[in-house]
């Protein structure tokens, strides 16, 4: 007896097959036979009826990338691809890319597959699918949006550079309102609820050579001959005397009487009744009040209880006599070093 070989299961397998997609018989009301759809055992159902909705092809998928991918019906996909190459707001590589995709789907129709990548490029262009009538919130198993793409515009180097400067000069305007507001609540609470804008005394601008009161609170001692009122440019130099350098000593003898003069100013300046007196420096015309007169700095004399502080100052050996004429002065005396 002939054992059974490969041709023999071949002839069992074609007549199995053949057996599956054989005509309905007569009487069937057009029902296909059981095991019908692929080799899957369902049901019977009329032919030309809707298949039920879990064997609707709503849903297929393609493999790639991260997870899987819905693909919505080739039919709508196509429509879809179609309106985006009639709008034309599309690159060229855009337009090439949605051809392809087209071609692909003509050709393979359900039996597309792309990858993931694909499927986020294809959908950023054409937009997001719509949801199928066929799932429901139910049924539809949950799955993490993959991330779309997102074209970083171009930032100009000089828009950035103006961002930065703008930036800067917040920053430093808003720490100058910040310090002006400070002034202004510290001179609210220190001076009883009077607010005091620091200006530059009448008669350091008007240069009057009168006599004027002058409030201690006015003015600050910058050395012993030089003292700077308040909202001046620069300082006041003191005239008819010459004090030793308290700033810029030549020698620690005149660094010591320094700052023995300038505290002796400031003992004076602390006395109940104080008087400026406005003068011109001795300097050529037209340059008052330029590097070329004095440094810039203005001219006078203080007097404490009626009497000049040079005087005094040159009375303990705090300083020496110092007069110059109308337009120039003599060498600055400094016989301490």
Same mark, same amino acid.
């Given at each position: 007896?002939?054992?059974?070989?490969?041709?023999?299961?071949?002839?069992?397998?074609?007549?199995?097959?053949?057996?599956?997609?054989?005509?309905?018989?007569?009487?069937?009301?057009?029902?296909?036979?059981?095991?019908?759809?692929?080799g899957?055992?369902v049901?019977?159902?009329?032919?030309?009826?809707p298949?039920?909705?879990?064997?609707?092809?709503?849903?297929?998928? %393609?493999?790639?990338?991260?997870?899987?991918?819905?693909?919505?019906?080739?039919?709508?996909?196509?429509?879809?691809?179609?309106?985006?190459?009639?709008r034309?707001r599309?690159?060229?590589?855009?337009?090439?890319?949605?051809l392809?995709?087209?071609?692909?789907?003509?050709t393979?129709?359900?039996? @597309?597959?792309?990858?993931a990548?694909q499927?986020?490029?294809?959908?950023?262009?054409?937009g997001?699918?719509?949801?199928?009538?066929?799932?429901?919130?139910?049924?539809?198993?949950?799955?993490?949006?993959?991330?779309r793409?997102?074209?970083?515009?171009?930032?100009?180097?000089?828009?950035?550079?103006?961002?930065?400067?703008a930036a800067?000069?917040?920053?430093?305007?808003?720490?100058?309102?910040?310090l002006?507001?400070g002034?202004?609540?510290?001179?609210?609470v220190?001076?009883?609820?009077?607010?005091?804008?620091?200006?530059?005394?009448?008669f350091?601008r008007? +240069?009057?050579?009168?006599?004027?009161?002058?409030?201690?609170?006015?003015?600050?001692i910058?050395d012993?001959?030089?003292i700077r009122?308040?909202?001046?440019a620069?300082g @006041?130099?003191?005239?008819?005397?010459?004090a030793?350098?308290?700033?810029?000593?030549?020698?620690?003898?005149?660094?010591?009487?320094?700052?023995?003069a300038?505290?002796?100013l400031?003992?004076?300046?602390?006395?109940?009744?104080?008087e400026?007196?406005m003068?011109? %420096?001795?300097?050529?015309? +037209?340059?008052?009040? @330029?590097?070329? %007169?004095n440094?810039?700095?203005?001219?006078?004399?203080?007097?404490?209880?009626?009497q000049?502080?040079?005087?005094?100052?040159?009375?303990?050996?705090?300083a020496?006599?110092?007069v110059?004429?109308?337009?120039?002065?003599?060498?600055?005396?400094?016989?301490? %070093?």
């Amino acid at each position: 007896m002939a054992q059974k070989g490969p041709h023999w299961r071949r002839a069992v397998i074609v007549a199995w097959q053949f057996w599956k997609t054989r005509p309905p018989p007569a009487g069937s009301q057009g029902m296909r036979p059981f095991g019908s759809q692929g080799g899957r055992r369902v049901a019977s159902r009329p032919i030309g009826s809707p298949a039920p909705i879990h064997t609707q092809p709503a849903a297929k998928y %393609c493999e790639g990338g991260v997870g899987q991918i819905e693909m919505e019906p080739e039919d709508d996909l196509k429509s879809r691809i179609e309106a985006a190459l009639v709008r034309g707001r599309i690159s060229q590589w855009q337009r090439q890319f949605l051809l392809d995709m087209r071609d692909r789907l003509v050709t393979y129709g359900p039996r @597309t597959r792309l990858s993931a990548k694909q499927w986020a490029k294809l959908y950023e262009i054409i937009g997001p699918a719509s949801p199928s009538p066929y799932e429901t919130a139910q049924s539809r198993p949950h799955r993490p949006s993959l991330p779309r793409w997102r074209p970083r515009r171009g930032r100009s180097p000089l828009a950035r550079e103006a961002r930065y400067f703008a930036a800067r000069f917040a920053r430093a305007f808003g720490f100058a309102l910040a310090l002006v507001v400070g002034s202004l609540i510290y001179s609210y609470v220190t001076k009883g609820g009077h607010i005091s804008w620091p200006t530059m005394p009448s008669f350091a601008r008007s +240069g009057t050579g009168e006599r004027v009161p002058l409030a201690r609170t006015q003015f600050t001692i910058t050395d012993g001959d030089t003292i700077r009122l308040d909202g001046a440019a620069k300082g @006041t130099r003191l005239v008819g005397f010459n004090a030793p350098e308290s700033i810029e000593p030549r020698c620690e003898v005149e660094a010591d009487l320094g700052r023995r003069a300038k505290a002796r100013l400031t003992e004076l300046g602390a006395s109940a009744k104080l008087e400026l007196k406005m003068v011109p %420096c001795s300097c050529a015309a +037209g340059t008052e009040g @330029t590097d070329h %007169c004095n440094y810039a700095r203005s001219c006078g004399s203080l007097f404490v209880n009626g009497q000049d502080v040079g005087d005094i100052l040159i009375s303990e050996g705090l300083a020496v006599p110092f007069v110059c004429g109308a337009t120039s002065c003599p060498p600055t005396p400094r016989p301490w %070093c």
